[in-house]
């Protein structure tokens, strides 16, 4: 559809015309204006986007405070690796000596297993370093020399015409990576170059001789073996200068805007981006200009189309409004969508940048209508004719509201102690106050109350002596409803009636009881777990439902991990020999404790990471084992941490059952037909200045084996209880992968060890809802909504905590009460039936908390009844 906005012709991407231009088809044709042959042609502001055009870019500093959604896990993800980078590089570089720093080919490998380990998250990766501010010690006879530009980049490449690809499909397993500095259009520090935004974010540093005062310390504890099932007496502390402290105002990873990637990956992409800090210059005599500097920064980035766009209007103060900038960030889409005004909008999960990504909910005092199901979808709305949107997506009012029970009623629930039954009786007596309120002497709510008459004419059937009228109304009811909602309501009440019995006091899952009384007693006192077996701190599989989906970062964050040490094992000989660098050397302990402390410092969620090489496969060592694992100090987010050598622990790690498993399914079948072949298209400088760019000289292009997710296991929760408090105290959950090199004779690949990943088990949200049988989830089916007349619902980003779920009313029901909500909270169900199955079970309203049949969206239909019904009663009485 074309449109004339402001004296030019633009075009809305819809599909019917009714749908108006706005700011989405304004982003659409500023993206579809430039590709990968013209966009060198086009000035530097047609290539970026507005800053608004990503809302709620995650950060350290707004972890404590909101719910990062699933909608922003990629978002999250980038930003952690970006962190995670710096953090290596700034320890390696200060910590070890020019030889022993990371060489050329593990550089290039660390970034492109960023990409093909963040499949689905991350579309590249790479470290770009200050004009003359890298020391490469990979070229012959060139000590304490500097080159001029060095950035190693990584993306995801097209790989549809290669010849290695002979189904000519994209595989999204081809990596191309290449040097930003070496080649033309190598001046990526230029303010002329068009897509350095993020350098602009963090260097050049002009930092002074200060000694390294304002750069942040982060702090090392190394535990290591002194010999096999022994740690060394006295603990090693290492201090260097990294990222910026998470609380500090500026955080440790800022945020381009979304830009062109022209000439290479020529995709619309936006970037995380964390600094490097080195000692600048490095070998001098002259002191005084030394200075911990900011050399260069680690860049991950995100295909901008795959980024979910929110289209609801935010509802709450604005930054302007609490003067705090992370309270609620700039929305450029906020208002496009089409929900009505009877109901409110709710962005939705895994849309990308395109229409319809939310769902429209009714309205408090209003309900859906007896053929909707749930909320509307927005991809329905958007792709619905204008005659069908005007009859259609529209929330009916309710009338006759409850007012919400503020003093407690004797609950018409008989308690036996023996069995916790409860019997219901609708004709014995209650309370003769009408719970019904009179609406009109309400100020507040004028809008629902327009057809309410100030005398409730449905009062009297709450008394005592009116049951015949009562019961009169329930018949009606129930053949009202058996019109709308489609079934007999008097059967399915006397079944419900039965089944509710029959689940409350025989099908109550008690075993939800007990895991999280377990929880809760090693949560407040650690100590206990000295006094239990393992089995006793070990949860059962079940309880972690939905694990694979909420700590899928965390996982790729092990798996990116694999596929490192699997490429580098695959690829790098040491007995290599090039005319002009040297070869690559063998990875040292000090690289891989950099690797595990970096992975722990940059997830929030993440309690502790470990390398753990099987029996001799890591020959750079003086034990036959090595297990490095790090860990943060502190529970909180913090820049002190813990490497500790498990080897050295009193038990090890080869007989732990993640080892042990993982080491039985591919020790002896470490086959390349069951792993994922990755291709690797590499590209480094010719020479010294970076004049062209060549093929890596071990081959090209290269490839090599790493597993997947499906190849990694999670294991059951466990409290973690260090006999000598080596090892945080916590409930975690595992995630164990395995990584594989070549044999001795460079032939067969073989299995060298694990990469485990442990999270805290408090932000695994919990489901209670009702799920088919062949699901293992501990704690499904133990919800309290009323299974006739509402739906279970589970509510997202709470944590390991109970109650973490609404009761919606269903198809042909409507919520009764007055107090601006549309469903029954979950926590409020399950204290009402914790007070039900008390000795105060009176005081329990939890009967209460149920949705009421929508008869009428009207009084007067409900006038005409009691008017039917007080003729047939006289009726009655005159014969």
Same mark, same amino acid.
């Given at each position: ?24 088809? #304004? ?7 430039? *590709?990968? /042959? ?52 700034? @320890? ?15 550089? /290039? ?75 033309? *259009? ?5 303010? %002329? ?100 500097? *900011? ?38 889409? &906020?208002?496009?969508? $089409? ?96 719970? @019904? ?16 008459? $100030? ?39 006397? %079944?419900? $009636? ?8 025989? #099908? ?50 092990? !798996?990116?991990?694999?596929?490192? !040490?699997?490429?580098? @094992? ?78 050295? /622990?009193?038990?090890?790690? #080869? ?37 062209? !760019? ?41 995630? &164990? ?40 989830? &501990?704690? $499904? ?99």
């Amino acid at each position: 559809m074309t449109v004339e906005v402001q004296g030019r012709v633009v075009r809305s991407y819809s599909q019917f015309e009714w749908i108006t231009y706005d700011k989405i088809d #304004e982003i659409m044709d500023r993206m579809n204006a430039v *590709n990968g /042959l013209n966009c060198y042609q086009k000035q530097p502001s047609e290539l970026v986007l507005p800053e608004e055009a990503v809302y709620q870019k995650p950060s350290i500093e707004m972890l404590k405070k909101d719910i990062i959604m699933r909608n922003r896990t990629q978002l999250l993800h980038i930003r952690n690796i970006a962190h995670r980078n710096a953090l290596l590089f700034s @320890y390696l570089f200060q910590r070890l000596f020019d030889f022993e720093e990371p060489g050329l080919t593990y550089i /290039l490998l660390h970034n492109a297993a960023d990409v093909t380990g963040g499949r689905s998250m991350i579309n590249g990766s790479g470290v770009y370093f200050d004009q003359d501010k890298y020391y490469p010690h990979w070229y012959k006879n060139f000590f304490n020399k500097t080159i001029p530009l060095f950035g190693p980049y990584a993306w995801r490449a097209d790989d549809f015409y290669d010849a290695f690809n002979w189904r000519n499909e994209w595989t999204n397993q081809t990596i191309q990576e290449e040097d930003s500095g070496a080649g033309r *259009n190598h001046q990526y520090t230029s303010r %002329y170059n068009r897509r350095n935004e993020w350098y602009s974010k963090w260097l050049p540093d002009q930092t002074r001789n200060d000694q390294g005062r304002g750069k942040p310390v982060h702090t090392v504890q190394l535990l290591l073996a002194e010999r096999m099932y022994k740690l060394r007496d006295v603990p090693q502390n290492i201090e260097f200068y990294g990222p910026p402290h998470p609380e500090d105002p500026q955080g440790p990873t800022l945020w381009t805007r979304p830009y062109f990637d022209c000439g290479r990956s020529d995709k619309w992409i936006i970037s995380a981006v964390s600094p490097i800090v080195d000692i600048y210059p490095r070998h001098t005599e002259y002191r005084h200009l030394q200075a911990m500097r *900011n050399l260069a920064v680690a860049v991950t980035h995100i295909d901008f189309l795959m980024t979910d766009i929110n289209q609801c209007i935010e509802v709450g103060p604005t930054s302007a409004q609490t003067n705090d900038p992370q309270s609620k960030q700039p929305n450029m889409f &906020a208002g496009t969508d $089409k929900c009505k005004p009877t109901t409110r909008c709710e962005p939705l999960f895994g849309f990308g940048f395109r229409r319809g990504g939310y769902q429209c909910l009714c309205q408090p005092g209003f309900r859906y209508p007896p053929y909707q199901d749930g909320p509307f979808q927005g991809y329905i709305i958007e792709k619905a004719t204008k005659e069908e949107y005007e009859n259609n997506f529209d929330c009916l009012k309710v009338e006759l509201y409850l007012q919400v029970p503020q003093n407690f009623y004797q609950s018409n629930i008989e308690v036996f102690a023996s069995r916790t039954r409860r019997s219901i009786d609708y004709n014995s007596n209650i309370s003769n106050a009408s719970i @019904y309120n009179d609406l009109s002497k309400d100020p507040i709510l004028p809008l629902l109350i327009e057809s309410i008459p $100030k005398v409730n004419p449905i009062a009297t059937i709450s008394s005592p002596t009116s049951s015949f009228l009562k019961s009169s109304v329930d018949r009606f009811a129930s053949f009202s409803g058996k019109l709308i909602t489609g079934f007999d309501n008097y059967k399915s009440e006397d %079944y419900m $009636k039965k089944n509710r019995k029959k689940r409350y006091a025989y #099908e109550r899952p008690t075993r939800v009881a007990t895991i999280m009384q377990l929880y809760d007693r090693l949560s407040r006192d650690p100590q206990l777990c000295e006094f239990m077996t393992e089995d006793e701190l070990t949860m059962p599989g079940d309880a972690l439902n939905d694990v694979d989906i909420q700590f899928e970062s965390q996982a790729r964050l092990a !798996l990116t991990l694999s596929h490192f !040490l699997s490429s580098f @094992y695959q690829i790098v000989n040491p007995a290599e020999d090039f005319p002009l660098r040297k070869a690559e050397l063998d990875l040292t302990d000090e690289q891989l404790i950099g690797e595990v402390l970096a992975a722990a410092g940059g997830d929030y969620k993440v309690v502790g990471v470990g390398i753990f090489f099987d029996r001799g496969k890591f020959r750079n060592y003086r034990l036959p084992y090595f297990g490095p694992y790090a860990y943060r100090a502190e529970k909180d987010i913090s820049r002190k941490y813990t490497v500790v050598d498990w080897a050295g /622990l009193p038990d090890g790690y #080869e007989n732990e059952i993640w080892f042990r498993t993982l080491k039985a399914r591919w020790a002896t079948n470490a086959d390349r037909s069951e792993l994922t072949e990755h291709w690797l298209k590499l590209f480094i400088r010719s020479d010294y200045s970076g004049n062209a !760019l060549v093929h890596h000289e071990s081959g090209f292009p290269l490839y090599s084996y790493a597993p997947e997710l499906k190849h990694g296991q999670w294991f059951p929760p466990t409290f973690q209880c260090s006999r000598n408090y080596t090892l945080p105290r916590q409930w975690i959950v595992t995630y &164990a992968v395995p990584f594989f090199g070549l044999d001795a004779l460079g032939i067969n690949l073989e299995f060298k060890g694990v990469v485990r990943v442990d999270a805290y088990l408090n932000y695994l949200d919990i489901n209670q809802c009702s799920m088919p049988h062949y699901v293992p989830n &501990a704690f $499904k089916g133990s919800d309290r909504c009323d299974y006739q007349s509402t739906v279970c619902e589970p509510i997202f980003g709470r944590g390991f905590i109970l109650g973490t779920y609404k009761c919606r009313c269903r198809p042909g029901y409507e919520y009764p009460f007055i107090d601006y909500n549309d469903f029954f909270n979950g926590d409020a169900m399950d204290k009402q039936w914790e007070i039900l199955m008390s000795n105060n079970s009176l005081l329990s309203r939890f009967d209460q908390l149920k949705c009421r049949i929508a008869i009428a969206s009207s009084i007067r239909p409900l006038n005409l009844i009691l008017l039917l019904l007080t003729i047939s009663f006289a009726m009655l009485i005159n014969r």
